[in-house]
């Protein structure tokens, strides 16, 4: 197999497998039949080969278990590494479809390498190596189809598109299919996940995807009708290439914000749209983070939950010039969303009157306390409801979730909960409903 031959589409992140696989498929009919180790590392002998062989059946079945795919496994695992491999012409056909130049011509070259994957028959190699187990996962039932690594959804199109590429009858129409691929999900982690947070190891700094969020929805969010079209309004204009402004919902605990990004990453996933969840204390990163996805054909919302900052802690300057200020222009297609239970982001006290009393220049530090949220261009205040509203996401709530409680039963007992658990929000509100459907 000609796998060295590739031009494009190289440096797999999990490429051993088929390297291990090629080995094998070039060279099972001449395997010896002792051991005659001439390769450090790679079987010649039948045995050694057939042990080999194996193991690539279990890594196969060990894929599956982990990305929870079905049928053909061998084929699952080839169009796997097509939708992962962020090369010139994946990315130059994420989310827009085909491009125009040579690279197309190379691409082609490495498609027929592939399909020539696809179409070996592995008949000849179980008999020559003894091994008709490999049947198994040429049509694998997996006994739960949860995948650790993709939504259920993009599970799903992979085993479809491994399905589809065997359906092709050339190269050309192989390359159109994945194309197509990449012009409706993107390629990479980028494409194949909703969010995103960040890590820093011995490597650097890392984007590393978040396999699976709360599939929350912003009409699962009862009330607060103003504030989600402010929201909407400014993403809409975002994903489509408008101008947009970055985001700061500020207001009182458990009124929804969090759940509002949520339900932002899920409602415009399909539009490019990702969020990448980043904390305090890795703001030194965000120029290295905004470097690695400034060049890619999404929208990027950089998330921070719950950002707030004491008199003491000085990230909040650094944010500053991140936001705005610095001398490298922002790309447009990064923002910046914010939630926080404080209006202007770092606290403030009744010490400050005072110290602003001994101040010669007291615009000027009032001024450097408020620069930071003078930065968002939005700001949407997220408030407690009142009772006659807490009432109200009451009985929504049991609605949707089937509660059988009479309405007067039900909502004396929700002002009895509120008393004891935070008070009137949407969020003690929903643990009500499910403590009720616990049947506690």
């Known amino acids: ?13 999990d490429g051993a497998l088929l390297e291990d696989m090629a080995w094998i498929m070039s060279r099972y009919g001449s395997a010896a039949e002792e051991e005659e180790e001439r390769c450090p590392g790679r079987p010649r002998s039948r045995k050694g080969m057939a042990a080999l062989f194996y193991d690539c059946i279990h890594r196969l079945i060990e894929l599956a278990g982990n990305y929870g795919f079905h049928g053909n496994l061998w084929h699952c695992y080839l169009a796997n590494l097509l939708v992962n491999n962020e090369n010139s012409y994946s990315c130059g056909c994420e989310l827009r479809g085909e491009i125009d130049g040579t690279v197309n011509d190379a691409a082609l070259h490495d498609i027929v390498i592939f399909k020539e994957f696809y179409d070996f028959d592995f008949g000849p190699v179980m008999e020559a190596l003894q091994a008709p187990e490999f049947s198994l996962i040429e049509n694998y039932r997996a006994g739960s189809r949860e995948s650790k690594m993709y939504n259920a959804r993009i599970c799903a199109r992979i085993c479809q598109l491994a399905e589809k590429f065997c359906q092709d009858h050339t190269p050309e129409e192989m390359k159109d299919t994945l194309t197509r691929f990449y012009g409706e999900y993107g390629v990479g982690k980028f494409g194949l996940h909703k969010s995103f947070r960040v890590e820093h190891g011995d490597n650097g700094v890392r984007i590393e995807p978040i396999p699976k969020i709360a599939h929350v929805a912003l009409n699962d969010l009862v009330g607060y009708e103003i504030a989600k079209k402010k929201l909407t309004g400014n993403t809409d204009a975002f994903v489509a290439g408008r101008k947009a402004n970055n985001c700061l919902l500020f207001g009182d605990a458990g009124t929804g914000k969090s759940s509002s990004i949520k339900a932002i990453a899920n409602e415009y996933y399909e ?11 890795q703001f030194r990163d965000l120029n290295e983070v905004i470097s690695q996805i400034k060049n890619r054909n999404y929208r990027f919302i950089i998330y921070m939950d719950d950002l707030s900052f004491e008199e003491f802690e000085t990230e909040y ?22 939630t926080s239970n404080r209006r202007h982001l770092i606290r403030e006290n009744y010490g400050d009157k005072e110290e602003i009393r001994q101040d010669m220049h007291t615009g000027d530090t009032v001024q450097e306390k408020l620069s930071l949220v003078y930065r968002f261009g939005v700001t949407i205040y997220f408030g407690a409801p009142d009772k006659k509203q807490f009432r109200e996401i009451v009985r929504i709530l049991a609605e949707r979730g089937g509660v059988a409680m009479p309405e ?33």
Not at 1 to 13: A, C, D, T
Not at 317 to 338: Q, R
Not at 412 to 433: D, T, V
């Open 271 to 281: 539009k490019g749209l990702r969020i990448i969840e980043v904390y305090k204390h």
């Open 1 to 13: 197999m000609r796998e060295q031959e590739l031009i494009v589409y190289r440096n797999f992140e």
């Open 317 to 338: 300057k650094y944010l500053k010039a991140v936001i705005e200020g610095g001398l490298e222009k922002k790309p447009e297609n990064v923002l910046i969303y914010a």
């Open 408 to 440: 007067e039963e039900l909502l004396a007992e929700a002002n009895k909960w509120e008393l004891s658990h935070g008070g009137l929000s949407g969020r003690s509100a929903q643990q009500f409903i499910d403590y009720l459907l616990g049947g506690a």
